[in-house]
């Protein structure tokens, strides 16, 4: 089907795949038995250049926008959706100094993210603020020419790994919300450890990690924008990067989609193989239009967001909110059509399906998503009102 991708984007595309099938489908077990961090597949996607697809040119990536990193998480993801987690969680660490930061943080930073030989992250979440976006604790205090940072940061994706932290933390508690601010912070900075690597259910092959800060002290020109702006930061961020989880969930949902079709015909029951029999059919056509329902959305929201619009909040939850569902329904009837085997490690949709289910939890969970579509459907209904 021709979705009308271009030919850079369909150069991305076949990049991918040719990298999925070849190098992480081989892997893909190791990785997720181990949950050691994938270096090789790090390096393997780097040299290809994917750590600076929606980059601009002008800091050393290709500048393929929104749409660019859609294409290529979808097709890595189709075969696994933990290994190329490295690549865009280090998207989410960047889109702070991409929507935000000033001329010096970008060439200081994106050049070096977009090469990818340093690794970014996002580390917004606590142990008590997770949905609660604005209860964090972690403080910011500023002395002299530095600011002195305090606090714990949870599950944070690439933790450990990454070279570069976009870190969310209070400079001034009283004012809740808006007296959050966002900062750069990296590794080897004294006073910032890791906490233990946590065992996780599915995208067992990226890193998941506790970020300590203890009287960390970080240069004042590491602020990204002003004093108070950080809870935008975060929200515009998330905003920028859902879609690349619904990607991640969309390449899940296709790849369970293509195993259970392959196994449905070669797999014999009563005589003939169990393709042809309507009940199982039945499931496959469903099974394939949500897929197709979830790339429509997650297209449009990405191609939406490279127009250079403003009000992204809303189709940027709905398109993680779908297509994650998807992903989980689809993953869970790819066991189902596999049946015993599918229950068994020497499948993939097994592991798909665990992959699935934290594609509705991270980056905001689904019940969040609604919530953001909801409150931008009253704020669209009165402004329309007030004209
Ligand atoms: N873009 C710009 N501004 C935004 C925004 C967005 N997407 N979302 C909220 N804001 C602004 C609001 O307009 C408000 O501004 P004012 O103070 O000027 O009125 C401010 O930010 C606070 O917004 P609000 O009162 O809606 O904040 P809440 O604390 O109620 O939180 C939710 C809103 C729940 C939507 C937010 O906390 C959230 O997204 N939580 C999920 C966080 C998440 O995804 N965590 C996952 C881990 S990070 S990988």
Redesign the pocket.
């Known amino acids: 089907m021709d979705y009308g991708l271009t030919e850079e984007q369909k150069m991305v595309q076949d990049l991918c795949r040719q990298i999925a099938q070849e190098k992480i489908k081989p892997v893909r077990e190791h990785y997720d038995e181990t949950g050691e961090f994938p270096w090789d597949i790090v390096k393997i996607m780097a040299d290809a250049d994917l750590f600076g697809v929606s980059i601009e040119e002008q800091y050393g990536g290709m500048g393929l926008g929104c749409m660019g990193n859609v294409v290529a998480v979808e097709e890595l993801c189709k075969v696994d959706g933990g290994i190329p987690l490295a690549m865009f969680a280090t998207g989410?660490g960047t889109y702070p100094i991409i929507l935000f930061g000033s001329e010096e943080q970008k060439q200081a930073y994106l050049p070096r993210i977009a090469s990818g030989k340093s690794l970014a992250a996002?580390g917004?979440?606590e142990a008590e603020a997770?949905?609660?976006?604005?209860g964090i604790k972690t403080t910011a205090v500023k002395d002299g020419d530095h600011y002195v940072l305090n606090g714990t940061k949870q599950w944070i994706?690439n933790g450990g790994e990454a070279e570069i932290y976009t870190v969310i933390a209070m400079t001034n508690k009283a004012k809740g919300?808006?007296g959050a601010s966002a900062f750069i912070v990296e590794k080897g900075t004294p006073g910032f450890e890791f906490g233990k690597k946590e065992n996780k259910m599915g995208i067992r092959a990226s890193a998941t990690r506790e970020l300590i800060f203890q009287d960390c002290r970080i240069p004042k020109e590491n602020l990204i924008a002003k004093e108070g702006m950080g809870?935008?930061v975060?929200?515009?961020t998330?905003?920028a990067s859902r879609p690349g989880v619904a990607a991640q969930a969309l390449g899940i949902a296709a790849g369970a989609l293509d195993e259970a079709v392959q196994y449905s015909r070669e797999r014999r029951q009563f005589g003939k193989p169990i393709c042809s029999f309507q009940g199982l059919q039945f499931m496959l056509a469903d099974m394939a239009t949500q897929v197709e329902a979830a790339r429509a959305l997650v297209y449009q929201a990405a191609r939406y967001i490279d127009s250079g619009a403003k009000d992204i909040?809303k189709i940027s939850a709905m398109c993680k909110l779908y297509a994650s569902d998807v992903a989980m329904r689809v993953s869970t009837d790819a066991v189902q059509v596999l049946g015993g085997y599918g229950y068994m490690k020497e499948y993939p949709v097994e592991k798909m399906m665990r992959d699935a289910k934290i594609t509705q939890i991270?980056?905001?969970?689904n019940q969040?998503q609604r919530?953001?579509i909801a409150?931008n459907l009253i704020k669209e209904a009165a402004a329309a009102k007030r004209k």
């Open positions: 989410l996002f917004l979440t997770g949905s609660d976006a604005g994706t919300a808006r809870f935008i975060a929200m515009k998330l905003d909040s991270y980056e905001g969970t969040i919530e953001v409150l």
